[in-house]
């Protein structure tokens, strides 16, 4: 089973990369050489017209190690394994004008980054997306209480980042050590059957039998 599910995930790998194009996030950290124990808040804003009936938008993202994901304020996750990214339907948390998404991101030793995107498709069939890039902005928190209020105060609307500094990107999605991560070509996280593979002209979806192991 784990080779089928291995060659389903190459072939899906393919078919992302063809797909993923100006859609791709990029790893962003403050820094080239992270901190072992870095805590890091992240804040980025997007606009949204004034009539959002019939949007759908979604969080995918993942973070090496630890996220914590706010929208308005609002928690709506966390994951603490960056292999396994966050992926939410979040239409439900957003608002005509402007939106704030605030992500806490820990790193527990060695590598670190964040990776996210933001999904939003509007009733007409239009399809946006807001990537992780260098205009998020970041502050270091490493050393505040977790009992700070400045803990609840980062992940409001209003608060003011005006003065955060803009993050340092690693680069696009894909590079080492991560990799390439499950629903990174934006397409909803589900398993694939192999029957029902989306495939290029002149490709077959052929799954081999393997011996058991
Ligand atoms: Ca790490």
Redesign the pocket.
């Known amino acids: 089973m784990c080779n089928k599910a291995f060659i389903i995930g190459l072939l899906g790998l393919v078919l992302g990369t063809t797909i993923a194009s100006a859609q791709t996030p990029n790893w962003i950290w403050s820094k080239a050489n ?1 901190g072992e124990d870095d805590v890091l808040y992240f804040r980025k804003s997007f606009e949204l017209p004034e009539k959002i009936q019939g949007f759908k938008v979604q969080f995918w993202g993942s973070c ?2 630890v996220l914590n994901v706010n929208i308005n304020g609002q928690a709506i996750g966390f994951s603490t394994e ?1 292999s396994v990214p966050m992926f939410h339907d979040i239409s439900k948390y957003v608002k005509p004008g402007r939106n704030v998404v605030a992500i806490k991101a820990t ?6 980054g964040l990776i996210a995107r933001v999904t939003i498709d509007s009733a007409d069939g239009k399809s946006r997306g807001v990537l992780t890039d260098e205009s998020w902005r970041w502050i270091d928190v490493t050393n505040v209480d977790k009992n700070d209020p400045l803990n609840k105060a980062v992940v409001l609307n209003d608060y003011d980042d005006s003065k955060w500094k803009p993050a340092h990107v690693l680069g696009k999605l894909g590079i080492a050590p991560w990799g390439n991560l499950p629903g990174g070509d934006g397409r909803p996280i589900t398993a694939t059957p192999g029957e029902s593979l989306e495939l290029l002209p002149g490709f077959k979806a052929a799954v081999p039998d393997f011996p058991q192991a």
């Open positions: 992270p090496d190690n960056w790193n527990q030793g060695s590598f670190a």
